[in-house]
């Protein structure tokens, strides 16, 4: 007897409406099948808790549980009402509508989560606190309130809650840069595949978002209400009107390089004060180091150049996945991904396999392989390894 039929046999017990034939079988299959028994707890804690969590839908077909279960509520005359069989009936029916709403919910978000993931570094999108989310490249104008999105330049802005939210985060595809105008007027210039968490609402007293991978901040003035941005690792910077770059995937390191003005950074090991012209860098419980900086080179993605130095294959894909609009696997396990490439330059909108195939990646006699799998993902490898 298969698990459907078992399941039926459940839902007939639990009802009061199975007949002597059919509960010996039952008890015959339950005594004989190890499975029967965790499958019929299954289908009882399915139908009396709602409890759809660790249920799986290969061992206990839910939709039919709750189907077959309905049906019994169109019979007119099952039993005399007090007898022990039509109580439980009352009480399945009457919990009933929770548990299909129930369920329906779940399959919704896990529908959303699906469409969430297909969209992610593929498109623009403007994410929520509730999972729902807006994917930019389908709007164009300002047909949605407080929310204007130019395609033809890459431009979003922001004027006020969204779709009644007071948070979101904006997350862009791979390989494609665009500007984010905040409510205050403050720009956040974003590489690709880099995630910006803000507020909507203008009327906020302070004024924060969070940052995780590459951006160029320029912050308008308002001596009243600082600017803060939060950063992987307990990090965060305080501003009051400046410009200055910010890359949290910086091969291991997050790093901040000052424009103009004046920024002060504070980690779980201190802080210190950047002065323009000068770059900091720290990782996980270090202390934060500062040093002058070339801004051709850590400035130069925005006009679509990636200098990718002494990266290893992990360091060379992170950066590859802001330039070029592909995911990229490493095919070589950490412990032996640990030699440097040679210092190559990338330009947005090239050929990524010409670049690969540009020039030698190392200087060693390692061989640098690569191909798209069925589902234009990149993968590298090298196909000698120390």
């Known amino acids: 007897m298969n698990n459907e039929q078992i399941t039926q046999l459940v839902i007939d017990e639990l009802a009061g409406d199975i007949t002597p034939e059919d509960a010996a079988l039952l008890q015959q299959i339950l005594r004989d099948n190890p499975a029967a028994v965790i499958l019929r707890d299954n289908v009882i804690k399915l139908l009396t808790e709602g409890d ?127 500007q984010l105008i905040l409510p205050d007027a403050s720009s956040i210039y974003t590489d690709g595949k880099t995630a910006v968490s803000l507020f909507l609402d203008p009327a906020v007293s302070s004024r924060k978002i969070a940052i995780s991978g590459q951006a160029f901040v320029a912050i308008s003035p308002d001596p009243t209400r600082p600017f803060t941005v939060d950063l992987p690792q307990k990090s965060s910077i305080r501003v009051l009107g400046t410009s200055f770059n910010i890359n949290t995937a910086e091969q291991g390191s997050i790093q901040a390089a000052l424009k103009t003005g004046k920024i002060r950074i504070e980690n779980e090991s201190g802080s210190t004060t950047l002065e323009p012209d000068s770059v900091a860098s720290w990782q996980k419980g270090t202390n934060i180091s500062k040093a002058k900086f070339d801004p051709e080179k850590v400035f130069s993605w925005r006009q679509g150049t990636y200098i990718c130095t002494e990266a290893t294959l992990r360091g060379l894909a992170r950066v590859m996945e802001r330039c070029f609009p592909y995911r990229i696997s490493v095919d070589v396990p950490e412990a032996q991904d640990q030699i440097p490439a040679v210092t190559r330059e990338m330009a947005r909108g090239n050929d990524i396999i010409h670049f690969l195939n540009a020039g030698p990646l190392y200087r060693s006699d390692n061989k640098f392989t690569c191909y798209f799998d069925k589902d234009s993902i990149l993968h590298i490898s090298l196909n000698h390894v120390p």
Do not use: C, W
Request: hydrophobic share 35%; charged share 25%.
């Open 52 to 178: 759809m969590e660790g249920v799986r839908e290969e061992e206990v077909s839910i939709e039919r549980s709750l189907t077959q279960l309905k049906k019994y509520k169109r019979k007119k005359t099952i039993r005399s009402l007090g007898s022990p069989g039509a109580t439980i009936l009352v009480f399945l029916l009457t919990t009933l509508g929770a548990f299909l709403y129930k369920y329906s919910q779940q399959v919704k978000e896990s529908k959303k989560t699906m469409v969430l993931e297909a969209a992610m570094y593929k498109y623009p999108v403007l994410l929520f606190e509730d999972g729902s989310f807006i994917r930019l490249d389908t709007i164009n104008g300002n047909s949605i309130p407080n929310l204007s999105f130019d395609q033809q330049h890459s431009i979003l802005s922001i004027n006020g809650p969204i779709n009644h939210f007071a948070e979101a985060r904006f997350i862009t595809p791979r390989g494609a840069t665009y």
